[in-house]
């Protein structure tokens, strides 16, 4: 079975700097997905930003940037230029890409908090 | 263009009462996934419907909760009696078909004291 583990439980960033989460992840499988998604207050599951694993390049969504190392199994998510509005709960993702159940698999999560 | 709609927020109810969860995903959204977000932790996946089939309900305890997707659009969850440990954070996704990026409702806090 795959598994997803985050070791940061909490983070914290002075705001403009960068921040990096980390997470990393088991699977036996050679075809997947991954994804950092953003829960603040609200409860709102937010896509941030989403991985193919057969693609080498790591995937970049503005400020958000992430450093894939398929054969260590890390997925690590990096903000820059953080911002007030980037203080939330992370979440690292894994969803497999041949078994036909599309379920996420989620990590614990990071709680990052943004100090003005 | 509506996102995922879950009522209610929130909810209190008193242990071996009965509770239900509604959920209204993004039209024209085939896919519906029920999840469960115990504090502290990720979301699990209770079910899943493709339509008004529920095609992956592995994960969902059987013995008290139940769920419906009467003419593959509105979902409802039900657990019936709740329990202390229910306690969590019940959340609502829907995906246009199958594998495709799934967009999260805000959720129902359930409190059973």
């Known amino acids: 079975a795959q598994t997803v583990t985050q070791s940061q439980p909490e983070m914290s960033v002075q705001e403009a700097e960068t921040v990096t989460l980390s997470c990393t992840y088991d699977t036996s499988e050679s075809d997947y997905y991954l994804f950092w998604y953003k829960q603040p207050p609200s409860r709102q599951m937010i896509l941030v930003i989403r991985q193919e694993a057969y693609k080498q390049q790591n995937a970049t969504e503005n400020r958000f940037s992430v450093n894939f190392q398929k054969a260590a199994k890390s997925f690590s998510l990096k903000i820059s230029d953080s911002q007030l509005g980037d203080a939330a709960m992370y979440f690292c993702?894994?969803?497999?890409?041949?078994?036909?159940?599309?379920?996420?698999?989620f990590g614990s999560g990071t709680r990052l908090l943004v100090r003005p | 263009e509506a996102g995922v709609v879950q009522s209610p927020r929130y909810k209190i109810i008193e242990k071996k009462q009965p509770v239900a969860f509604w959920c209204n995903p993004i039209?024209?959204?085939?896919?519906l996934y029920w999840y469960l977000q115990n504090l502290g932790q990720g979301p699990e996946l209770l079910i899943r419907?493709?339509?008004?089939?529920?095609?992956?309900d592995s994960q969902l305890p059987k013995d008290r909760f139940s769920a419906e997707r009467l003419k593959g659009v509105d979902s409802t969850l039900k657990i019936q009696p709740a329990e202390l440990g229910d306690s969590a954070v019940y959340l609502c996704?829907?995906?246009?078909?199958?594998?495709?990026?799934?967009?999260f409702g805000p959720g129902t806090r359930l409190t059973v004291l």
């Open positions: 039209s024209g959204h085939n896919t």
């Open positions: 993702a894994y969803r497999s890409a041949v078994d036909s159940s599309y379920k996420l698999i």
């Open positions: 419907y493709e339509n008004e089939e529920a095609v992956d």
């Open positions: 996704a829907s995906s246009s078909l199958g594998p495709e990026q799934q967009y």
